[in-house]
């Protein structure tokens, strides 16, 4: 039997972002097309084959196999389905101890990545039915994590919500097939378009940003100063234990507290039904309430310093570096961080601690580096003043 062939896609075989045209044989210019491209032999781009496949055989809904399909081609393999809060039983929670003196890293400037990742340690918990598990379970990527940030990133380029630090998306793992600058080349190719990154790059990105996560979120135990660290732990949300040379991670009352409250971003059937509304304001005013009270009551750093930043914004917006001349002064914990560096540690802290809270919305940023107390913070604040009996504030001289 004879098939007649009218319509051939010729592709690279490495990634189909460098070159895929589609060639109508019927007609003598595309014939003189096909014999030019098969005699170059390689892709113009990255030099990789060329592969020639039949487009009718795509129109009978045949596979078709591309080394290096965008992420539209394969849709299936991301789920855009969100994660769910979730119920741990007293029985499996670790620690009541939840009394932290540590200050947060720097690295850690927003906190619903640390919310997800309390949400998806509780699921693991639950599911295996145990108090503690072994850290090595987090050698490899959480696929759930880093396709929240794929979604995420989705939502904020419909809803124009891409300026610096009003992004939802950051402080999650990244996606190898996300649509951000780093997975993308700087240079264009011949034809003036964007040149998305070879898969295996991207994903040796993406996994290079897991350990950062990994390292700064779950944390672990220092070999030789065995010290604890990590968000999740300087948080009070989790406890980390040594035993047998293994380390291993388990939930304190608070982290099972926080991991049962709903959110309105993170917690859906689809993210593609997440309004405007939800990816600006990130949280409930009930993980609002929640964040508060345990920081002002169990985390003894942070709460110096964002009641520091409140007291000092109530009225009128200050600079960052004026922020961060006031912590020093009160703070033992950031006079102790270098001035040098780029950006300093003492720096780098403040602009931490006044991103967390104003994604957590008691902060607002009217112009850059500029920050104010919002109506939520100033309400809060208030009440913690009247049950702690602080005394008037006066900025230091």
């Not at 589609?22 to 990789?48: T, Y």
């Amino acid at each position: 039997m004879v098939v007649q062939i009218n319509n051939v896609r010729i592709t690279c075989s490495k990634n189909n972002q460098h070159i895929s045209v589609s060639i109508d044989l019927s007609v003598e210019k595309g014939k003189e097309w096909v014999l030019w491209m098969v005699g170059q032999g390689n892709c113009p781009m990255c030099g990789a084959p060329l592969l020639t496949t039949n487009e009718q055989d795509q129109n009978r809904n045949e596979k078709v196999f591309l080394v290096s399909e965008s992420y539209e081609e394969r849709s299936g393999e991301i789920q855009t389905k969100g994660i769910k809060p979730v119920k741990v039983p007293q029985t499996l929670v670790y620690s009541t101890n939840c009394k932290r003196k540590g200050m947060i890293s720097a690295h850690i400037s927003q906190l619903l990545p640390i919310k997800a990742a309390v949400d998806i340690l509780a699921g693991m918990i639950v599911e295996e039915k145990s108090k503690l598990l072994p850290m090595e379970i987090f050698e490899t990527p959480i696929k759930h994590l880093q396709e929240i940030r794929f979604n995420l990133i989705k939502l904020e380029n419909r809803f124009d919500r891409t300026k610096r630090g009003t992004r939802p998306s950051a402080g999650f793992p990244f996606h190898y097939e996300e649509d951000m600058p780093q997975m993308w080349y700087k240079n264009r190719d011949n034809f003036g378009k964007k040149r998305k990154k070879d898969i295996e790059e991207r994903k040796e990105i993406a996994e290079k940003s897991w350990l950062r996560f990994r390292n700064t979120v779950f944390g672990g135990i220092s070999r030789k100063e065995e010290v604890k660290y990590g968000a999740l732990y300087n948080l009070g949300l989790v406890d980390i234990i040594r035993d047998g040379g293994q380390n291993y991670i388990g939930l304190t009352s608070a982290g099972a507290e926080l991991s049962a409250i709903n959110n309105p971003l993170i917690h859906n059937e689809d993210f593609s039904n997440i309004t405007r509304e939800n990816l600006e304001k990130r949280f409930s005013l009930e993980e609002q309430n929640w964040f508060w009270n345990h920081v002002t009551e169990y985390i003894s750093a942070e709460a110096k310093s964002i009641t520091t930043c409140i007291k000092m914004t109530m009225i009128e917006n200050a600079h960052v570096s004026l922020i961060t001349e006031e912590l020093v002064r009160r703070n033992e914990d950031v006079r102790k961080l270098s001035t040098e560096g780029s950006p300093p540690p003492r720096r780098a802290y403040t602009s931490s601690v006044v991103n967390r809270w104003t994604g957590l919305g008691f902060l607002e940023r009217p112009s850059k580096g500029s920050y104010i107390t919002s109506d939520l913070g100033k309400n809060k604040f208030t009440q913690y003043q009247e049950k702690t009996s602080s005394p008037s504030w006066q900025r230091s001289k």
